[in-house]
């Protein structure tokens, strides 16, 4: 049988609480692992995956610079934005209105025990997403996320950042799709740490702004499919929140 997912939207959501959400998550799934292991048993702990758009946060990575970090924290103050060092992988990047970020926090040995295979299934579904508006994208070598133009060394530019965190097997952090972001907030920033490489949207690339609520359920779909997986709605919103 296929794995279950259980989707929440948290709508607008403050970074720190979605990601106190996510630790939460993941201890109640690391605590049913350990359990397994001391008394033999069998308890499948559940896979969740939230969307989400935040306000005006940069967030870096433990592998990260902070001189990726190009303003003051008064200058911060200015751009009515935050910033965070976080522990998932990878440097900077911007998560803010416009923007469709996913957090999976999926038990990993439920589907398969390679994270390099999780992240370009990652990137496989965002990138079936961005096809069916027309948009061909693909991977940059060397670098994670998804991009287009990737084969022109002059013209690549990332659509969608992506860093995670596995601990036990279990994922947390995830990706960051850009529908119709203010994409002058990268301006102040080495976007995950790759000097002059351009950062581009959805709206960018087609004149238009799609509709936000169509493009998370063909990314739902995609997910489903790549991942062999049921999606299982819940309740919108941080629960207790």
Known sequence: MN?????????????KQCWDYQERLLAEATAIKIR???????????????????????TLGKSGSDN????????????????YKINRGGDITYHGPGQLVGYPVL??????????????????????????????S???????????????QR??????????KCSRWITMHGFALNIDPDLSYFRHIVPCGILEKDVTSMEKELGFIPEAEKIKACLLYHIAEVFSCRIEPLPKGIPGQ
């Open 3 to 15: 794995p279950v997912v259980y989707f929440r939207d948290l709508g607008l959501a403050d970074f």
């Open 36 to 58: 397994n292991k001391q008394e033999g048993r069998n308890v499948t702990p559940e896979n969740h995956l939230l969307f989400v758009e935040h306000p005006h946060v940069y």
């Open 68 to 83: 990726n970090l190009l303003v003051s924290a008064a200058q911060l103050e200015a751009l009515q934005a935050t910033f």
């Open 107 to 136: 038990d990993l040995e439920q589907f398969f025990t390679d994270i390099h295979k999780y992240m370009r299934l990652l990137e496989e579904a965002v990138i079936r997403t961005l096809r069916e508006w027309g948009i061909e």
């Open 138 to 152: 693909g991977r940059y070598p060397g670098y994670t996320g998804v991009w287009i133009e990737p084969e022109s």
């Open 155 to 164: 013209r690549a530019r990332k659509i969608c950042a992506m860093g995670v």
